[in-house]
Each structure stands twice: as structure tokens, then as C-alpha cells.
């Protein structure tokens, strides 16, 4: 029924909305909002936290795909099941400002319903992929190469603004339809309740089956407990068991922190160990059987070893300085923010000083979690 802005039809209103549903959409909303939020802008090493965004969206989803079926008339998905056609007129009717009363979604609402969750879903997989592929964590971190990893961050990205503008063109929905109907459906998500016309046709209400949903839900959420869990627990690709080289860090560890070998390939390393003699405008030469040996060490574990963030990063060497890690492009690009004054201010007083900030650096996995600057050498605004 077309709404017509000359008469205003009595009203009624009727439960269209379950709480857990309305619930549902709510926690959703925050979840999404706090995962976008520090996935575009929060620093890096807030990346846990978005990930826990992210497992609470699909602990979401993975609800509302039970509640489908089981929820009351208007939750579940044969609600609001339209033919393309349907959605067609609906979005013609929208254009031209003529719409029709519904008691739950319409048809545009339905499709981007089941847009949402498309792209929701596709944001969780890439995510996943993203951890285990380019972080070295999670789940999937012993079946994901750093390649498949970076290819999902591209695409997690993409998805992240495409699910901006879906969100936005949700809410220019929603205050359209409120508009032209002169209907709170903001309001009405949030008490169940929907204003609607005298006489409009409405079915029995079906209603909601909780304890089928809880048990299916359960079952769900008892497989992903378990599954998981084990799945972390396979080593991450690409990451070789390294034994202690206590002669290097006998020798290097005498005057500088000593660096993980994946930091720099085989080239800058041999390099590096072939002219001791000035080495950094010092000498620090050693019998020909250390330096042999910790060469050999060190061209093992060189970043051609590894399959992590880090390893491939710092592989691209300077022209200039080929065995300088803070020369590196990737070194000097995640710290161009910092002031030199910071990294002369206790407790760091040195570029070359990673653990002070990085609480894995000894492991060379440099993980965004473990970022923790130092209040006396915070970050530059």
C-alpha cells in the first residue's frame, strides 16, 4: 500500500521486532563500529583488539544464521525472501518517493540484509586468512603463507570501505523510509514495536523457538571452541626452529642488542661479516674460526629463512647501506613518525635498541601486540 502525504491513516502498533533480535542488531552495530574504528584508524598495535572485534561479529553471525530459522515471524528469513523484481520496484518506488508499509523488512531493507552478511562474512574469512597468513597468528597461522596473507589484507581492506558505503546507504535507507512513511524505524529497533496502518494484513505471528536455537547454537559454538583452539596449536608456517648461538651473542652482544638473522638477507650478512674491520667506524674483528661461525649461523637464519612480516620487509636492503637495518625502506617507513628526540630519551637511546618497544624482537616476529613504546619516548602527535 503506497503511503499518501494528504491523509494520515490511523495507526497501530504491532511487535515486529524480537529482543534478540533487536538485541542482535545492536551489539552488531557497536562490533562492527569498534572494528572499523581500529582497523582504519587505531595505531597497530591495537590489532588484538580488532581482532576480538572480529570474533565477536562472527559469534554474531554465526547466531543470527540460527535465529533465522528459529526466531519469531519477522526474524526469521522467510520474512523477508522477495523476487528481484520485488527489490527492483521497491528500490523504483524509493527513487520516486513512493513506498509501501511492511510489516517487517521491505524488499531493499531484505537485500541489504543479505548484502551485509555476505560482506560480514567475507570480512571474517579474509581476516582469518590476514592473521594467519601475514601475522603469523591464530587459527589458520600453520596452513597460510606470507603471499596468501597479503593478498587477504588487500581484500579485507576493499571489503572494510565497501562495508562504509553499504552502511552508509543502510542508514540513508532507514531515514528515507522513516521519512516517507512518517515511521520511527530507528525507534522501533529498539522497543520491537512498528507503527502501522489500520487494516494492514498481517499473518499469524509465528513464534520463536529458543531451545532448538540454543541447541544448534551450541553445537556451533562448541565446534568452533574446539576446532580453534587446535588449530593454533599447529606451528606457523614458515618458521624455523632456530637454536641459541651463544658465541654470537657472546661477541655482538658485548656491545649492541643482537639482531634477529631474519632482519637481513644473506647478502647484507655476508657483507656485514667480511668487513668487521670497520664495522660501523669501529673494529670489531674476530679470529677467522668466530667469524666463521657466526656467519654460517647467520646466513642460515637469514631472512630467506622465514616466511614472516619482518623477514620479507627487511630483505629489501639501501643501496647505500646493505647491511643497515634502520636504513631499510621498511625500517624507516614504521618509524618516520617518531622524532629523533625520542629515540634518544631513555629507555630506548638508540634507533638500533628494538626491544625497548618491541617485546618479541628477540624472536624476530615483531608482532603489532607487542608494540609498547615507552611513556618517556611515547609516539609524536
Known amino acids: 500500500m503506497a503511503s499518501d502525504s494528504r491523509h494520515s491513516p490511523a495507526m497501530r502498533a504491532i511487535l515486529v521486532w524480537d529482543l534478540p533480535t533487536r538485541l542482535f542488531h545492536w551489539l552488531l552495530f557497536a562490533a562492527v563500529s569498534f572494528a572499523l574504528a581500529t582497523g582504519l584508524f587505531a595505531p597497530k598495535w591495537w590489532l588484538g583488539r580488532h581482532m576480538l572485534a572480529g570474533y565477536v561479529v562472527g559469534g554474531l553471525l554465526m547466531f543470527r544464521a540460527v535465529w533465522a530459522f528459529y526466531g519469531s515471524e519477522h526474524s526469521r528469513v522467510r520474512s523477508f525472501l522477495y523476487t528481484p523484481r520485488q527489490t527492483i520496484d521497491h528500490l523504483r518506488g524509493l527513487l520516486r518517493l513512493r513506498t509501501s508499509h511492511y510489516l517487517g523488512h521491505n524488499p531493499s531493507g531484505a537485500a541489504m540484509i543479505f548484502a551485509l552478511f555476505a560482506v560480514l562474512a567475507l570480512l571474517i574469512v579474509s581476516g582469518f586468512v590476514q592473521q594467519g597468513g601475514l601475522e603469523k597468528q591464530g587459527p589458520f597461522a600453520g596452513f597460510l603463507s606470507f603471499a596468501a596473507g597479503s593478498q587477504a589484507r588487500v581484500i579485507h581492506q576493499l571489503l572494510a570501505y565497501l562495508l ?22 530507528i525507534r522501533a529497533m529498539i522497543r520491537g514495536r512498528k507503527p502501522v496502518p489500520d487494516g494492514t494484513p498481517a499473518n499469524p505471528p509465528l513464534r520463536a523457538k529458543p531451545w532448538p536455537a540454543a541447541i544448534w547454537l551450541g553445537l556451533a559454538a562448541g565446534a568452533c571452541a574446539i576446532a580453534l583452539p587446535l588449530l593454533a596449536r599447529v606451528p606457523p608456517l614458515g618458521l624455523p626452529s632456530m637454536p641459541e648461538n651463544r658465541l654470537m651473542l657472546k661477541e655482538c652482544g ?30 670489531a674483528s674476530l679470529p677467522s674460526a668466530e667469524r666463521d661461525d657466526i656467519a654460517a649461523y647467520l646466513s642460515r637464519y637469514a631472512a630467506e629463512a622465514w616466511d614472516t612480516k619482518a623477514a620479507h620487509l627487511f630483505a629489501v636492503t639501501s643501496a647505500d647501506q646493505p647491511y643497515s637495518i634502520i636504513a631499510t625502506p621498511a625500517w624507516r617507513r614504521f618509524h618516520r613518525r617518531l622524532a629523533p628526540a625520542q629515540f634518544a630519551a631513555p629507555p630506548v637511546r638508540a634507533k638500533t635498541n628494538c626491544i625497548a618497544c618491541h617485546g618479541d624482537a628477540d624472536n624476530g616476529r615483531f608482532d603489532p601486540q607487542s608494540i609498547a613504546i615507552p611513556k618517556a619516548s611515547g609516539p609524536s602527535s
Open 164 to 185: 562504509l558505503a553499504m552502511i552508509a546507504a543502510h542508514i540513508g535507507g532507514v531515514l528515507t523510509g522513516s521519512w516517507l512513511l512518517k515511521e520511527p524505524l
Open 254 to 283: 658485548a656491545c649492541h642488542n643482537v639482531f634477529h638473522p631474519s632482519l637481513l638477507p644473506r647478502a647484507s650478512w655476508a657483507a656485514l661479516m667480511a668487513n668487521l674491520g670497520d664495522h660501523f667506524g669501529e673494529d
